[in-house]
């Protein structure tokens, strides 16, 4: 039996891991199977994150807290938790690959999984025209004519970095007030090749084999058009990856893990949530980290205070 074990590979897992690493309690730090890092992976310049003022790529920042985490002793293992059973004293995680897990505490930091729009053809033109991640697929849009659909600063952020390949950008929301900051606006309004779309919602996605358009519905007179598009990015924000953990801790009104005040404790001891997770309103990498660095003092705290503690 380990005596911490840390689900998730954000700046919320990351951050909880040199801590409690720090603290000696060598923590087994599971990632995901397909790739360690969480949501930065798929960002291109991070700059807003202190210490860094000519900005980071996202995946430079996330090796780093990685090597920054092992430095100190974190195991990291690259495998899905398939199933967790929390309710007793000891924690009880199984996985894809690697068989069961026991700890005596556990920090969840599962982040947050994109949007979807909730459309008929969006799963299966995915990959066909229809993208969540700009920086995995913008490089197949060369020349194209493309659509970016949300109002924050991920749209704006997409819009902006698919401008390097497309022609032309349109950004569609349904409102027409943008929600992103005022910085990333101003940069998505200055750049000649983004057309934005106000007062439109996406009510059908159009293509056989591969998108080749989509139709708009004007959200104020109810007016339908189509647009032909190349491509489709949908940045329309994220839901809190809470899946693994229905009926065993409460959840807010928000569907994020509730939490006991500023703490990282969850309905159950022992079990502790930090990062996108628990946060439906900032949902940053810097306030992720700082949330796994309470995770990590909480679940010491914990540990600490245990009768028994496991030695390794
Ligand atoms: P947000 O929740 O901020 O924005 C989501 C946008 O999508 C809103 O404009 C919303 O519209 C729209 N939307 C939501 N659901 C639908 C739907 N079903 N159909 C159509 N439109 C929809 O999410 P983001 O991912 O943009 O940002 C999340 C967090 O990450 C924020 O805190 C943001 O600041 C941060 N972030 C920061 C970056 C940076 O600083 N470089 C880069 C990217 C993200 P409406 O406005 O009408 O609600």
Redesign the pocket.
Known sequence: MRQLIIIGSGPAGYTAAIYAARANFAPLLIASSVEAGGELMNTTE???FPGFPQGIMGPDLMDAMRAQAERFGTEVLLDDVTSVDFAGDIKKLSTGSNGDFEAQAVIFATGSAY?K??LPDEDRLSGHGVSWCATCDGFFFRQKTIAV???????M?EANFLTKFADKVYVI???DT????KI?QDRARANPKIEFVWNS?VSAILGEDALNGVTLTDTVTGATRDLALDGLFI????DPRTHLIHGQLELTPEGTIAVEGRTSKTSLPGVFAAGDVIDPS???AITAAASGTVAALDAEHFLSALESPVTS
């Open positions: 991070v700059e807003n949007r729009l909730g659909v949300g109002g924050g600063d991920s749209a952020e929301h349904r409102k943008l929600r992103a900051s990333m919602a940045a329309i924000g994220n900032y949902r940053q």
